[in-house]
Structure formats: structure tokens, C-alpha cells
């Protein structure tokens, strides 16, 4: 078999440890909570990454790969109410600047109730993100994944980072 | 959402090629049977559902970029495409049921205010009550949110004609054929001892 050749599983190996790496590159952004993207940049790189590990669970012993798959899929979950929030602020907001007189008090009670709903969604993510940076997952990415996931490693040695929804 | 379809038959010990294809058959075919959402503009549920599919599909071929090279790159392309038209679509989904939800909380609000208030009044006073109740002040916050709700309407509905076209232009283009034909297994020569005839 030739290096442009790999198995399926030296493949997938190396791509879910970039993956875990950009996750984890990407998580300490999300502490400022006016960096709208940096929440945005993360549930990208999680939901990628839950990409690669679907498709490769018959590649790996379920036994350590389950709970990781699991943790990559609960990323995507807690970031996903303070994304939403943020995107209904950005557009109910611009719609208030556009709106008649006579139209704003409604939008303006909307974004009230929505900025109350995310401030709460912030507050679980947070807890959530640092738990799990840590607690022993980052390492244990490394160990199974290689050193593309730890996120010490410079970003040059790994897979460019991606933008997009 | 709906949960991707399972791949069967992958081989962790094949090469990667082989693997990628037979998972690019996966979610092309998930992709593909989601095709009648594009031809409802009520089927909401399974417009949301194709976009998740088209997102399945275009992370499947960044996944896989070098094994499916260049057509592969025009395919993630189209693939993106859906995906954002499919995203702004189900944006503006959001927004209406937002919308309507607030509504229906404020109209609740107001109505169970008005029969606690009818409850506490002499029967003789309820009529100018109602009056009032039933006209709205100038600043009631129902008249933006009723503006908002139907200019979110109407974006829908020009935002799913755009889906649709995309999807017909894609049609059009052999998107099916091209992601088939990347699917498929490459071509093997037959070798002089195996060929028959």
C-alpha cells in the first residue's frame, strides 16, 4: 500500500485529531461574549468533526471511541442555543433600525426576551466548555488521536481552519 | 432533525478511497430521497431535513477532498450552495415561529388580563371595557410584530423560489450523474487472464 494510500482507519485517525485539535484551538474564544463567531467557529469545527467520527465508529474500539464521539456531539448541542440567539439578535436588530415608530415596541419587547434567553444559554455553555477543557478529554484526544489534536500544536501542521455554516 | 443514514459494509482496514465512496453513496442517496421537499413550499420539516443532508454531503467530501479531486471540489461548491440557500430558508422559519410565538403569548396575556378585569366589573361597565379592550393603543406591540411576521412571509417565499431554482439549475447541470459517477467504484481494466469471451 502506498503513503497516498492509507487504510481507512490511519486515514480517519489523522483526520478526527485535526478535527479535535481545531475544536479545542477554537473553544477559548468563546469566553468573550461579544465574539459572536467564536461561538460560531466552534459548533463548525465540532459539527466537522462529529463528520469524520460518524462515519468512522467500526474503525475503533467502541469502548474509548463511543464516549469522545459522544463529547463531540454534546459541543455541537451546547453551543447551539447561544448560535441561534445570536443570529435572531443580529437580524431582529436590524429590523428594529429599519423599522416605523409605530412598529418597534413590539420588535424591541422581542430582542428584550431573546437577549434574556441567551444570557441564560451563555451562562450553561460556559459551564459546559470548561468542564470539558479541564477535565481529562483534551488529553485523552491526544492519546487516541495523535498530536494533531493537541491544541498546543501549531496550526501550519494541521488542516487549515474552515469557515462556513 | 433527522439522523444520518448509516453506512454499512466500511472496511477500516481498506484503503481510504474505497471507503469514501461507498459513504458518498450514503449521503448522496440521503440527499436525493429528500428531493420532494423542493417541490412543497409547505413541506418545511423536510426542507430543513435536505439541508442537513446537503451539509452531510458537502462535510463528507471536504472529508474526503483528495480522493475525490477536482470534480470532487465542484461538487462541494454545489453542495455549499444548497446548503446556504436551504440555511437562509430555515432562518426565516425560525423567525415566524418566534414571531407567532410571542404573538399568541401576548394575545394570551391580554385576554387573561381582560377576563380577570370583567370578572372585578359591574355588568353595566363591561361594554366600555371591551371598548377599550378591543382597540388596541397606537403603541401595542402586536402591530410590529404582525409587520415583522408578514415581511418574514414574504421573504420565505421568495427565498424558496431561490431554493428551487438552485435545485433545478443543479438538475439541470448532472449534479446526480457527477456525484454518482464519484461514488462509483473507479474503473478496473480486466486483466488478460480474467477477461472472458
Do not use: C
Not at chain 1, 465508529?57 to 440567539?85: Q, S
Not at chain 2, 423567525?95 to 387573561?112: F, H, M, N, P
Not at chain 2, 403603541?139 to 414574504?154: F, Q, S, V
Not at chain 2, 439541470?172 to 456525484?179: H, I, T, V
Amino acid at each position: 500500500m502506498t503513503e497516498g494510500d492509507q487504510t481507512f482507519r490511519e486515514t480517519m485517525r489523522a483526520l478526527i485529531g485535526e478535527r479535535w485539535g481545531v475544536v479545542w484551538r477554537t473553544i477559548p474564544a468563546a469566553a468573550d461574549p461579544g465574539d459572536l463567531e467564536a461561538v460560531h467557529d466552534i459548533r463548525v469545527a465540532s459539527r466537522r468533526l462529529r463528520a469524520a467520527m460518524d462515519v468512522a465508529t467500526g474503525a475503533f474500539p467502541a469502548g474509548w471511541y463511543a464516549p469522545l464521539h459522544k463529547t463531540a456531539k454534546g459541543i455541537t448541542a451546547a453551543l447551539g442555543e447561544v448560535r441561534d440567539r445570536d443570529v435572531l439578535i443580529q437580524h431582529l436588530t436590524a429590523e428594529l433600525e429599519q423599522a416605523p415608530p409605530h412598529e418597534k415596541p413590539g420588535i424591541a419587547l422581542l430582542i428584550e426576551r431573546v437577549e434574556r434567553q441567551r444570557a441564560k444559554a451563555r451562562v450553561v455553555m460556559a459551564a459546559y466548555l470548561r468542564e470539558l477543557t479541564t477535565g481529562g478529554v483534551p488529553a485523552e484526544t491526544v492519546r487516541r488521536f495523535g498530536s494533531a489534536a493537541d491544541p498546543a500544536t501549531p496550526v501550519e501542521a494541521t488542516a487549515p481552519k474552515e469557515r462556513g455554516r | 432533525m433527522t439522523r444520518a443514514w448509516p453506512v454499512d459494509g466500511l472496511d477500516p482496514d481498506a484503503p481510504t478511497a474505497e471507503n469514501a465512496r461507498r459513504i458518498l453513496a450514503v449521503r448522496m442517496a440521503e440527499l436525493f430521497a429528500l428531493e420532494p421537499a423542493m417541490w412543497l413550499e409547505s413541506a418545511v420539516r423536510h426542507q430543513h431535513d435536505l439541508r442537513i443532508a446537503a451539509k452531510r454531503l458537502r462535510y463528507t467530501l471536504e472529508l474526503f477532498r483528495e480522493e475525490f479531486g477536482a470534480s470532487g471540489e465542484r461538487q462541494i461548491e454545489r453542495a455549499k450552495a444548497l446548503q446556504e440557500v436551504l440555511g437562509a430558508l430555515h432562518d426565516h422559519d425560525v423567525q415566524i415561529k418566534l414571531v407567532e410565538d410571542e404573538l399568541l403569548r401576548i394575545g394570551a396575556e391580554s385576554i387573561a388580563a381582560l377576563l380577570a378585569e370583567v370578572a372585578a366589573t359591574a355588568a353595566d361597565e363591561v361594554e366600555s371595557l371591551a371598548t377599550t379592550a378591543l382597540r388596541p393603543p397606537p403603541d401595542d406591540p402586536r402591530r410590529g410584530l404582525l409587520a415583522l411576521l408578514g415581511r418574514e412571509h414574504a421573504r420565505r417565499r421568495t427565498q424558496y423560489r431561490d431554493a428551487q431554482r438552485l435545485w433545478w439549475q443543479f438538475a439541470d447541470e448532472g449534479f446526480r450523474a457527477d456525484l454518482t459517477a464519484l461514488s462509483a467504484s473507479p474503473v478496473v481494466a480486466k486483466d488478460e487472464g480474467g477477461a472472458s469471451g
